[in-house]
């Protein structure tokens, strides 16, 4: 078995848990790998250095880089000790793997493999030049150069959309796709709440069709939403069509349900504050809908929310806009619809077609099976389990290459 880093650019568990991390972590521990997590908890208050969730033993380090408005080439030296943090925790802890998880800690990872020769994963959880570019397109152009320069001395990439993984492969990267899910041993374990009590509660009859938002609102212009249900009540005022959006921030929330309350379909919509994530699948098994964030932005094309993945897994068919990569995923789980354009009148209508189809509860049905079938963890973990035994491998045999190459001290 083999020893496996990973390198994360923020704390595992603070401000919230990084599923995909924890999940590719605690998989690399069943197959019988030890593992530690390296991550930076930056703009975090200092805690233990080490600890343990979930079986997975992590390492904190701290390295301030000054204000986020801060320039860039200030922050610098910071990081440059952050690097200097991580190949001492990396020479002690001597990983046959490492896994960098994103573009942040890629160059971390690269300059540790110089020293210490391990096999190198990259994960790539967005497109993050596009994301930079975004907020400023000299940025976004300076961060697609890093990354081409770094890979050379990457042995192998996971991502999460086939597209970015056609990009990788094209520079000559073993590449393979790795969607963030849960596991089916825990969507079969998780104990819910009778359906019919828990929509009552939030204020629904047995007759409605919910759509729903759940999750962060931050960025997501959920006005589009509401301007969509403003259509459907101008469209078909006898439409059984209801709407909750459930989320946080707090101001975020407030500010739409102000919004909702001055228009003319007010009565359809219901906000309730974020949940518990232990908690969340009570309130998804109650929508006949769930929504996806349908705004465009640069990398639209190319993200698969795992909002997407939870809602199957309770049951709940999508609604999405025909952004490529979600588009596909959806077709393909046979549970949902996608539509063209994100005018109200577009997503209106889609959402009308939906509760007119009379298909809502065989959709359900199959939502559960695309998740269980194709996309649950248990889908997803060979494929990142097979990367790590080959360049596992690949380093113990290596080594013991050169062991037997040197001759014993004193001949």
Not at 378 to 395: F, H, N, S
Request: proline share 5%.
């Amino acid at each position: 078995m083999s020893r496996v880093a990973f390198l994360l650019g923020y704390d595992l568990l603070e401000p919230k848990l990084d599923r995909r991390v924890l999940l590719e972590a605690q998989s690399c521990v069943a197959r019988g790998h030890t593992v530690e997590v390296l991550c930076w908890a930056r703009r975090q208050p200092h805690r233990e250095l080490t600890g343990s969730y979930g079986g997975v033993v992590f390492h904190r380090l701290y390295q301030e880089l000054g204000v986020e408005s801060r320039p860039f080439p200030l922050k610098v030296p910071g990081y440059l000790a952050l690097v200097r943090q991580m190949l001492q925790r990396l020479t002690t802890f001597d990983p046959d793997v490492v896994i960098a998880a994103d573009l942040e800690m890629l160059p971390a990872a690269v300059t540790g493999r110089r020293f210490l020769g391990y096999g190198l994963i990259y994960d790539s959880h967005e497109d993050w030049p596009a994301m930079e570019a975004q907020t400023s397109p000299a940025l976004g152009f300076a961060t697609k150069l890093l990354e081409r320069s770094l890979l050379p001395a990457v042995d192998a990439v996971v991502t999460v959309c086939e597209t970015l993984a056609r990009r990788f492969r094209r520079r000559g990267k073993k590449c393979c796709v790795l969607l963030t899910a849960r596991t089916r041993h825990e969507v079969d374990a998780l104990i819910f709440r009778p359906r019919a009590e828990v929509r009552r509660e939030l204020g629904f009859g047995p007759d409605d069709v919910v759509a729903g938002f759940v999750g962060n609102l931050r960025h997501k212009r959920l006005e589009m939403l509401l301007e969509a249900t403003e259509f459907v009540h101008q469209r078909d005022p006898a439409s059984r069509l209801k709407v909750l959006i459930l989320g946080g921030p707090t101001e975020v929330r407030e500010a739409l349900a102000a919004r909702a309350a001055t228009s003319v379909a007010a009565a359809r919509f219901v906000f309730h504050p974020m949940v518990d994530y232990r908690q969340v699948h009570h309130y998804l098994q109650a929508l006949d809908i769930g929504i996806i964030q349908y705004n465009w932005v640069l990398w639209a094309h190319l993200a698969i929310p795992q909002k997407i993945i939870d809602y199957l897994a309770c049951g709940v068919p999508i609604l999405t806009r025909n952004f490529h990569e979600r588009a596909r995923l959806v077709r393909a789980s046979g549970a949902g619809l996608v539509f063209k354009g994100g005018e109200p009148h577009q997503a209106g209508e889609a959402l009308l077609a939906l509760e007119a189809s009379g298909l809502l509860p065989r959709l359900r049905r199959q939502a559960r099976r695309a998740f269980a079938k194709q996309l649950c963890w248990e889908r997803q973990e060979p494929k990142l389990l097979a990367l790590i035994d080959v360049l596992g491998t690949r380093r113990h045999r290596e080594a013991g290459q050169h062991t037997s190459a040197t001759p014993p001290l004193g001949e």
